[in-house]
């Protein structure tokens, strides 16, 4: 293997990065480790971490707080985007990524590392997550990837060399899912759910709310205010973008908002199944939506929902920083001008209702829309609209009907 001295490590303490530490100092004879650890929301994830990472023989640990970082510069553009992955997943572990990435680098380059080292699988979509977004501030920066090249082939494998050289776990192998954290959502992966035709098993699982079974039989009812598409406010209350979002996800998860099961195609080409939490993202996307509902052009709405499933397929494939999404973020901060406005929600049983919503910008007429007698829609004009609307079909019937066409 190749000599590095110094490799800063991606570290978040889960299984992978655990056992990395003491894989690396086995396999670069020599070379110090300096863990790294971006903090995006994954609380109670945190505790503790100083201790292991020294005690498995990093030099150092960096414990980064980038969750402000992670909420203005990706959550809310990709929300803004309405950037779901194939229509479902709010791309919770995809938005982390670049964020953490780039914070890697600075530490790197602050450091003198000459690599740097995550423990994403040969198979996930996050090797690509981290490595594009290295390469758009190290381009030559050489990038360690165990799991492409050591000898471990399993999760069970993981857990016997953490064993053997006694590194604490926070997991059993029958909790041995695959997780990633952050205040956005939580994502859970493998055992039962390797199949997909098990039920997964939510009872006991679910960490960042209860399950629509679970709720509480009472509604709550939260509004939230929007400057510019930016959520500024809950319940009339301003509020810090963050501290927002940790009370929509208290919220959300009291009565079982936003968990989906889904089988999705990863960016290596494989199909993947999992279960992904995200009660505040949800509740923030819906009552965003909404808003847009009232204040957006009918053009501009629809080529602006033909973007979104493009630009989540950018932000999945780890491609953030990319002149297109800056370009597409671009189109999308352009058609937020006049989203601002109140949107009023009904949470209950895993269900968000909308209960009203305010806008100075509406370009809802009440006047035009009623089904009562008004002054302003003369309804004689739909004939003539109609038969120019309609005009093609009627000339592709006559042909068809000249023809003999079925």
């Not at 000599?3 to 086995?26: C, H, N």
């Not at 990472?53 to 414990?63: E, I, N, P, Q």
């Not at 098990?198 to 399950?211: D, Q």
Request: net charge negative; with cysteine.
């Amino acid at each position: 293997m190749k000599k590095f001295k110094k490799i800063v490590l991606a570290y978040s303490g889960g299984l992978d990065t655990s056992v990395i530490i003491p894989w690396l100092k086995e396999n670069y004879e020599g070379c110090e480790v300096i863990a790294v650890s971006g903090n995006v929301g994954q609380v109670g994830e945190l505790d503790g971490l100083e201790e292991k990472a020294l005690k498995t023989g990093a030099s150092k640990l960096y414990v980064e707080d980038l969750s402000q970082e992670f909420v203005d510069d990706v959550i809310i553009p990709c929300m803004q985007m309405g950037a779901k992955y194939e229509n479902v997943y709010l791309l919770g572990t995809s938005m982390a990524r670049p964020i953490i990435a780039k914070r890697l680098v600075e530490i790197a380059k602050a450091e003198g590392a000459d690599a740097i080292c995550h423990g994403c699988t040969g198979k996930g979509n996050d090797q690509v997550r981290f490595e594009l977004a290295i390469k758009a501030f190290a381009p030559d920066m050489p990038v360690i990837a165990p799991w492409r090249i050591w000898d471990i082939k399993s999760r069970e494998q993981e857990i016997e060399y953490a064993e053997a050289h006694d590194i604490p776990l926070k997991i059993s192998r029958e909790t041995n899912y695959s997780k990633d954290k952050n205040l956005w959502h939580l994502s859970h992966e493998g055992l039962e759910l390797e199949d997909p035709a098990n039920e997964p098993k939510y009872a006991g699982n679910m960490e960042m709310g209860v399950t629509p079974e679970e709720a509480p039989d009472t509604p709550d009812y939260v509004s939230i205010t929007f400057e510019k598409g930016v959520p500024v406010a809950l319940d009339g209350q301003k509020m810090n973008s963050v501290d927002l979002i940790w009370k929509l996800n208290e919220l959300g998860g009291k009565h079982g908002v936003g968990i989906i099961d889904i089988v999705e195609n990863r960016l290596v080409g494989m199909k993947c199944r999992g279960v992904y939490e995200t009660p505040g993202g949800t509740i923030l996307y819906t009552a965003h939506e909404m808003l847009e509902q009232l204040c957006l052009d009918k053009y501009t709405q629809h080529y602006k929902q033909k973007m979104a499933l493009e630009f989540a397929d950018v932000v999945y494939n780890g491609q953030w920083y990319s002149p297109l999404r800056e370009a597409m973020s671009a189109f999308a901060t352009k058609t937020q001008e006049t989203v601002t406005g109140t949107v009023k929600l009904k949470l209950y049983k895993g269900n968000i209702i909308g209960a009203g919503m305010t806008s100075p910008y509406s370009l809802y007429d009440p006047e035009i829309a009623t089904f009562e007698e008004d002054d302003v829609y003369n309804q004689a004009d739909s004939a003539g609209f109609i038969s120019l609307f309609g005009l093609p079909t009627k000339v592709y019937a006559k042909m068809k009907a000249k023809n003999g066409l079925n």
